[in-house]
């Protein structure tokens, strides 16, 4: 497929500067920085129309404008494409360089699992991917796949993956940026295990996701947790310790949808972390679980997109956008020291990826099935989002304290009193429903609050727990008063 993944453009339609040119100079921007490379298919005029909400003749007057100047060609019937021979050449890579863990439980009627935000997999694509397999081993030359590969895993599959990073989500990659791991978890752990030593110190949210933190205290890592809002981690926090503490050499976030509250980094938070990073060089590990299921405009790029931030480890996965049961994660970087201690212990624990499986799912890109999936995916779970938000208006509005999210699979409810954890856990066990203990999420101190995930429970299942959820906290809540 030419167009896997959709590209995301701006325009500021109160400046001075024509909107044509506008687009033109972008384009021509994102040719320079990398984030296009050459060969690659821009949107065709029609599709940026629709986008950018302008006149259509806008866009083909700065196609033309990329035509005459030679940063584009049109190619008859195909669309227009990034030129293969620039007027002006800035190469930004040297060509040259070299899950969160899903434990299924068997849902068989009588309980209802809260989980802590785990993708419905009834929808997956899995015919699509059985004809993925089905061509791949039906090629001529599909013995040159049964063999030993890179352990950073496919390169044209770590290409694929840089042009969504790039398209997408505003990054400036290319594969040799890219390590394809078994889920994000081990992109977690191999990122602990090569970047600290025992004594360093991490700075994470707080609450915050725990078998990140695992990962890096087996590494030999000390946690620092720092308080969140709801505008996410508290600035100030980090400013204290940063001036008393030097063994601090990372920061771990969720800044896109902070786990497990949900609520997305002010972009004053985000530039005011960038430049502590590069004034402490620090290294911001970005966990961004669940980049593809967003219901706004489009999703909040990540700070890994920022370029002037200088150190940073980005961490993805697929398994939620194919299906839970296929291991896909992938963690990005442009420090390439880092990438090859992490190549090497790769090597030492599982010597490659599962390269077939990679073909596979690059193959579902280049058919459209995976952009196809995510569009019907959106859907489906925005649709599910709203159906819960009415439930919780109904039931739960009086008691607790919650907000649309403008993404993922979770709700962060919070009751407007503290209540006992143990017993609340202990109530909906006895009545079948079983949530995540928010002492789960948090250090020292049990969190005020718990995430109810809607993506892999059906309608019926919700309606018919969050009513004796309500049911539980009002009586608790009463409990708590007298």
């Not at 694509?125 to 013995?143: D, G, H, S």
């Not at 505003?170 to 295990?193: K, P, V, W, Y």
């Amino acid at each position: 497929m030419l167009r896997p993944w959709k590209l995301e453009f701006e325009i500021d339609k109160k400046l001075d500067k024509a909107v044509y040119l506008q687009i033109a100079d972008t384009i021509i921007g994102d040719i320079q920085s990398g984030r296009l490379h050459c060969g690659d298919a821009l949107p065709g005029s029609r599709n940026l129309a629709l986008l950018l909400k302008i006149n259509r003749n806008t866009v083909v007057e700065a196609y033309q404008v990329l035509i005459n100047e030679e940063w584009v060609i049109s190619k008859e019937r195909k669309g227009i494409f990034v030129s293969n021979q620039l007027p002006v050449l800035q190469p930004r890579f040297n060509k040259n360089e070299s899950e969160e863990e899903y434990k299924a439980e068997i849902n068989n009627g009588l309980l209802i699992n809260f989980d802590d935000g785990h993708p419905d997999s009834k929808i997956a694509p899995v015919t699509e991917l059985a004809r993925a397999y089905r061509q791949i081993f039906n090629r001529k030359a599909k013995w040159q796949m049964m063999g030993y590969s890179s352990e950073h895993g496919d390169l044209e599959f770590r290409k694929a993956i840089s042009q969504m990073l790039n398209h997408q989500r505003g990054m400036h990659h290319n594969e040799h940026d890219i390590s394809i791991t078994r889920g994000s978890q081990m992109a977690m752990f191999l990122t602990a295990q090569s970047l600290f030593t025992s004594g360093d110190c991490v700075i994470v949210e707080n609450p915050g996701y725990q078998p990140a933190w695992n990962a890096f205290e087996h590494a030999g890592a000390k946690l620092l947790p720092i308080s969140v809002d709801e505008d996410g981690i508290i600035m100030e926090d980090i400013i204290q310790l940063l001036k008393i503490n030097k063994n601090i050499k990372s920061i771990y976030l969720t800044p896109h949808r902070q786990y497990p509250t949900t609520v997305t980094l002010s972009l004053a938070r985000r530039l005011k972390l960038i430049e502590l990073s590069n004034e402490y060089n620090l290294t911001i590990i970005e966990d961004d679980y669940d980049n593809e299921f967003h219901f706004g405009y489009r999703p909040i790029l990540p700070i890994s997109s920022f370029p002037e931030l200088k150190n940073s480890v980005y961490v993805g996965t697929m398994s939620k956008v194919v299906a839970p049961a296929l291991r896909i994660g992938y963690l990005v970087t442009k420090n390439q020291e880092l990438l090859k201690k992490i190549g090497e212990l790769r090597k030492i624990i599982d010597v490659q990826g599962d390269v077939i499986m990679e073909q596979a799912v690059l193959q579902l890109i280049k058919d459209g099935a995976v952009k196809k999936h995510i569009k019907k995916a959106t859907i489906h779970y925005k649709n599910k989002r709203d159906f819960v938000y009415a439930l919780l208006e109904k039931h739960l509005k009086n008691t607790t304290d919650f907000t649309l999210p403008e993404g993922g699979l979770a709700f962060w409810i919070t009751p407007k009193v503290k209540l006992n954890w143990d017993t609340i856990t202990h109530l909906l066990s006895d009545k079948n429903i079983k949530i995540i203990h928010p002492n789960k999420y948090g250090s020292n101190e049990t969190i005020n609050g718990f995430r109810l995930s809607y993506g892999s429970l059906s309608e019926e299942q919700l309606e018919q727990s969050i009513k004796v959820i309500a049911e539980v906290f009002i009586q608790q809540s009463e409990i708590k008063k007298q």
